[in-house]
């Protein structure tokens, strides 16, 4: 879990490629499930979760995320399948979506300085729940919220400092492979 473009999808698919376990990004089985509510067919182009959130609006987003979250932990606890799920970034602030995803995983924060973040943000345009007339502000107080809620929620937090992907992934699989092994 971690702010919008701290590398969640990116890190995560390494990891689960290391571990040899399937990757989710909770995103993309949200649009899977907008576009089966909502009768897509298999020509048409895919909402991003950015249409969804926009379409839904807040309050249909979270209880969208909740019930995938919802979802997929009924299917892998199933399947009895272990794998690296990328969170929303905005899934810390959903406690239906975290308390399901808690009872029985390992929550790592992927912890990113908040302007590496923001220049991240403007470089793939500023999304709807930051729009406004001082996006910058406004992300400022969402990473103030959200970081203390990731620190409240974490197991673990790996500080990635702006590292470069394979730096950071480095430092991700050393720090949370010593704390797992020190949890045995």
Same mark, same amino acid.
């Given at each position: 879990?971690?702010?919008?473009?701290?590398?969640?999808?990116?890190?995560?698919?390494?990891?689960?490629?290391?571990?040899?376990?399937?990757?989710?990004?909770?995103?993309?089985?949200?649009?899977?499930?907008?576009?089966?509510?909502?009768?897509?067919?298999?020509?048409?182009?895919?909402?991003?979760?950015?249409?969804?959130?926009?379409?839904?609006?807040?309050?249909?987003?979270?209880?969208?995320?909740?019930?995938?979250?919802?979802?997929?932990?009924?299917?892998?606890?199933?399947?009895?399948?272990? /794998?690296? #799920? +990328?969170?929303?970034?905005?899934?810390?602030?959903? %406690?239906? *979506?975290?308390?399901? &995803?808690?009872?029985?995983?390992?929550?790592?924060?992927?912890?990113?300085?908040?302007?590496?973040?923001?220049?991240?943000?403007?470089?793939?345009?500023?999304?709807?729940?930051?729009?406004?007339?001082?996006?910058?502000?406004?992300?400022?107080?969402?990473?103030?919220?959200?970081?203390?809620?990731?620190?409240?929620? /974490?197991? #673990? +937090?790996?500080?990635?400092?702006?590292?470069?992907? %394979?730096? *950071?992934?480095?430092? &991700?699989?050393?720090?949370?492979?010593?704390?797992?092994?020190?949890?045995?």
């Amino acid at each position: 879990m971690g702010m919008k473009h701290s590398g969640k999808s990116t890190l995560g698919r390494l990891l689960a490629a290391r571990w040899e376990v399937r990757f989710v990004d909770l995103d993309d089985w949200m649009v899977a499930r907008f576009r089966a509510a909502h009768g897509y067919t298999e020509s048409e182009p895919s909402p991003g979760i950015r249409s969804v959130y926009r379409s839904l609006g807040a309050a249909g987003f979270r209880q969208l995320e909740a019930e995938t979250a919802g979802s997929l932990h009924s299917q892998l606890t199933k399947a009895g399948e272990s /794998a690296v #799920i +990328a969170l929303g970034g905005g899934t810390i602030e959903n %406690e239906q *979506a975290m308390d399901t &995803l808690a009872t029985n995983g390992t929550f790592v924060y992927l912890e990113e300085d908040a302007e590496v973040l923001f220049r991240r943000i403007e470089r793939g345009g500023v999304p709807p729940f930051l729009a406004g007339p001082d996006p910058h502000a406004k992300f400022l107080d969402l990473y103030a919220t959200r970081t203390s809620l990731y620190r409240q929620k /974490a197991s #673990i +937090a790996i500080p990635l400092a702006g590292l470069p992907v %394979e730096a *950071a992934f480095n430092r &991700l699989q050393q720090l949370l492979e010593e704390y797992l092994n020190g949890r045995q």
